[in-house]
Every structure is written in structure tokens, then in C-alpha cells.
């Protein structure tokens, strides 16, 4: 045991140590905002704590969950704290808000486990997973009791998924990535437009066996997702919130041209908070869009998946009816931080290659 511990400290470098230091701090402060800080959020406490109770009794109707905010919304985060609370024997809110800074953890661990895949790099990979979890916006919001934690875990699982089968050819990653992908629907509606995304990802890589592929990847994400969506949108009639304003016409589009100059200077004003995103987010940001630009076409891809994903939430932000400045200022922030991991995976990975060549 004494060699091999020996051997493991040798091949851990400073900066590892580091790394592993700072996601341990971050996870730990995480934690202690979750179960110690009450915060006085609407969602955690009048929604998704109310839906979790009412699946932990397992009694009466699904349609239950309905009765409360957003009834269109997917299950799984409800669904954990209910499990939770039941294998508990009773009901402890406080320790159900934990789910979050635990899932962000593991969504850290599969973004270094992706990034070393795509690298073969230790140190770029856990410099990924402690970029993410150093944002300060990231641990904070992990906190709050939002479905944002396990989302980050499903795209992530799904995008190194997909990054795999590129690379190896084999049908069951691509299988993989589409349960993931479901599992992100499942979580909030927003990984049904990643789920969108991912397929078109797919379909431009253009392989020889496209047809097999998409099925591979999309029977999982129609299997898993697309009976919840029959049920909500065809059996119960609930629309969405967040997509309300969201309407192809002369009268929509004029109303969003005149909100996109407070828009951009709204999200412009988000992200140059260095209270929020530190020095991380405007650098990646920037990376990002110069890879867009000048790197392979592979690269490309990849970037273009995070950056269109803060593409089409900025336009449904735009689009919307409620005040500019309360959606924005509400909403962008924790937006973000659901294409963060994505773009810190397509962008670490992009930019090792690179300094390899």
C-alpha cells in the first residue's frame, strides 16, 4: 500500500493538487449554502419541494403534481428529493437541497473524465473541472434547490457521450448519450432543446451510417421523453411559461427588435460581473468564439453546441411579454451556467490539442 500511495503522489502534480483542492472547497461551501443558509426562494419551497412531497406519498394521481407552479415541468428533480425524503423515513427540506451540490460535484468528475478522453491529459482535464466549480455563480446557484445541478450532470454525461462515439465509432456511446439526453429532458425544458441540439450536432458530423446513428441516439430521448410530452401537451393541455412569447409573427418580431438593444446590454452587464463568473466566463466566451471561427470543422461543432444554447435562451428571453429587466436579471445568470460545463469541455479539450500540434 505504501509503494502504491507513493506512485499515486508522484503522478499527482501541483497543479492537480490544486485543482482537487479547489473543486473540495467549492463543493464543501456549496453544501453549506444548501443545508444551512434558508434561502426565500419561490421555486424551491412552493414548487419543487411541494411536487417532491406529493410523489414521496405516492398516493392519489400523477396529476397532482400539476397543481402547482410550473405544471408542464419534467419530474426527475422533484423526483430525487422525493426519494430521498422517503428512504429518510421522514422530511428534512434542508438535506433534500444537498441533491444539488452533489450532483454539481459529479457533473465535475464526468467534465475532467471527458475532457482526459478527449485530451489524455490529467491536468487539462481537472483544470476544466475546477474552472467550473470556481465560478462563483456556480456553486451558489447549485445551492438554491433549482433542477440547474443535474441538468449540468445530464448534458455533460450526454456531450461526452457523443464526443466519445465520434472518436470510437461505437453505436452503444451514442445510445448512452441519448439516455443522457433524455435524462436532461427529463430535468428541465431547456434539455429538450439541448436534446435538439445534440441531434443536429450528430447529423452535421455526417457519418457513413447516419440513419442507424440518429436512431441510436434520438429512440432513447422519443422513448424516455416523448410519452411525459404526449401526457402534459396533448392529455392535460399545459403550455410553458418560458415560451409563452415565443411567436413567428410580424407583431412578435417587432416586439423583440425593440428589447434586443436592453437585452444584449443586459447580458453584456451580467457577464462582466466579476462577482458572479470571476475572470472564467468572459475568457471562455472569447475562446469560444475565436475557435468558432478558426479552428476545424470538428471544433467548430463542438463550440457551437454551448453558444447555441445561449443562442436560443437569449432569443426566448427576448421574445417574452414579462419585463426585460426582471427576465433577464432573474433568469441569465443561472442560463449561463447551463452552458458553461459544455463550453468549458468543447473549449479546454479544443485548445490542448492545439499546444499537442
Known amino acids: ?82 426519494f430521498s425524503g422517503w428512504c429518510s423515513g421522514g422530511w428534512e427540506e434542508q438535506w433534500a437541497k444537498a441533491w444539488g451540490p452533489l450532483c454539481m460535484v459529479l457533473c465535475a468528475g464526468q467534465l475532467a473524465a471527458a475532457i482526459r478522453r478527449q485530451t489524455q491529459r490529467k491536468d487539462f482535464s481537472w483544470l476544466g473541472a475546477a474552472m467550473f466549480v470556481s465560478v462563483p455563480a456556480v456553486p451558489l446557484i447549485a445551492s438554491w434547490a433549482y433542477a440547474e445541478a443535474p441538468l449540468w450532470l445530464m448534458t455533460v454525461c450526454s456531450f461526452g457521450r457523443l464526443l466519445r462515439w465520434r472518436d470510437s465509432g461505437e453505436r452503444t456511446d451514442l445510445l448512452l448519450a441519448g439516455i443522457f439526453a433524455a435524462g436532461a429532458a427529463h430535468t428541465k425544458n431547456e434539455g429538450a432543446a439541448f436534446a435538439v441540439l445534440a441531434l443536429i450536432w450528430l447529423i452535421l458530423n455526417r457519418k457513413r451510417t447516419l440513419m442507424k446513428d440518429v436512431c441510436a441516439f434520438f429512440a432513447p430521448v422519443l422513448l424516455l421523453y416523448l410519452p411525459w410530452m404526449v401526457w402534459v401537451k396533448v392529455s392535460l393541455g399545459l403550455g410553458s411559461h418560458a415560451t409563452a412569447g415565443l411567436r413567428l409573427d410580424g407583431e412578435h418580431f417587432c416586439h423583440a427588435a ?78 449561463t451556467a447551463q452552458a458553461l460545463p459544455l463550453l468549458c469541455l468543447a473549449v479546454i479539450s479544443a485548445l490542448s490539442r492545439r499546444i499537442e500540434e
Not at 508522484?10 to 493538487?17: F, G, K, N, V
Not at 463542438?302 to 427576465?327: K, R
Open 1 to 82: 500500500f505504501s509503494n502504491d500511495w507513493k506512485k499515486i503522489r508522484a503522478e499527482l502534480s501541483p497543479s492537480l493538487w490544486l485543482s482537487f483542492l479547489l473543486v473540495a472547497g467549492f463543493a464543501l461551501w456549496s453544501l453549506a449554502m444548501a443545508v444551512v443558509v434558508v434561502p426565500d426562494d419561490w421555486d424551491a419551497w412552493a414548487i419543487w419541494g411541494a411536487k417532491a412531497k406529493v410523489l414521496a406519498l405516492g398516493l392519489g394521481s400523477l396529476r397532482d403534481v400539476t397543481f402547482f407552479g410550473q405544471p408542464d415541468y419534467p419530474l426527475l428533480w422533484p423526483a430525487a428529493w422525493a
Open 258 to 335: 425593440s428589447r434586443l438593444p436592453e437585452a444584449l446590454r443586459l447580458a453584456a452587464k451580467t457577464w462582466g460581473d466579476i462577482r458572479q463568473w470571476s475572470v472564467v466566463l468572459v475568457p471562455l466566451l472569447a475562446a469560444g468564439a475565436w475557435l468558432a471561427v478558426r479552428a476545424r470543422r470538428a471544433t467548430r461543432l463542438d463550440v457551437a453546441l454551448p453558444l447555441g444554447m445561449l443562442m436560443i435562451y437569449f432569443l426566448i428571453n427576448v421574445f417574452h411579454y414579462a419585463d426585460l429587466g426582471w427576465q433577464m436579471g432573474s433568469s441569465w445568470n443561472r442560463l
